[in-house]
């Protein structure tokens, strides 16, 4: 089985998510099903459709975040030792060496990224060239508008 590597942070809000679907979403979809099924006619009925659809939605949800904690390899950042190189849920301080725009990044989970937090997937072309860099190296990342430089200006495990 492949693990899927998440942060403690992005674990928590996996569990959380499933709680919620599964004790709020999950009882609010069969309340709407069955108040659209007292209406009558389903064939014609769309708010039963709707209903239905989003039941359909929240138990393929609740699958997979099920199956992606089972697979989950949770690591705790502040728990790393990597001797100033760059692993996943690394934070690294970045400068672009074209512009000398300084930019700061924590390596998380596909589930975890936000980019507007400063969050990048492991999957993401930056942070793939990143990994197993340390503080004074430079990482070239192609990027639609061609290839950026960023030198790495510090490496943080919190």
Partial sequence: ????PLTRRG?????EE?????TVERHAVIQAIAEARAQGDLSENAEYDAAKDKQGFIEGRILEIEGKLAAAQVIDP?????GG?????????????ASG???????????EADLKLGLISISSPIARALIGKSE???AEVRAPGGVKAYEIIGVRYA
Avoid at 1 to 4: P, R, S
Avoid at 11 to 15: D, F, G, P, R, V
């Fill in 78 to 82: 502040s728990a790393l030792d990597a």
């Fill in 18 to 22: 499933l709680h919620r679907l599964k």
């Fill in 101 to 111: 725009q300084r930019v700061v990044y924590q390596i998380v989970g596909d589930d």
């Fill in 136 to 138: 004074g190296d430079v």
């Fill in 85 to 97: 190189r760059v692993v996943f849920g690394a934070t690294v301080d970045l400068e672009e060496e």
């Fill in 11 to 15: 674990a928590e809000k996996l569990k």
């Fill in 1 to 4: 089985m492949v693990t899927i």
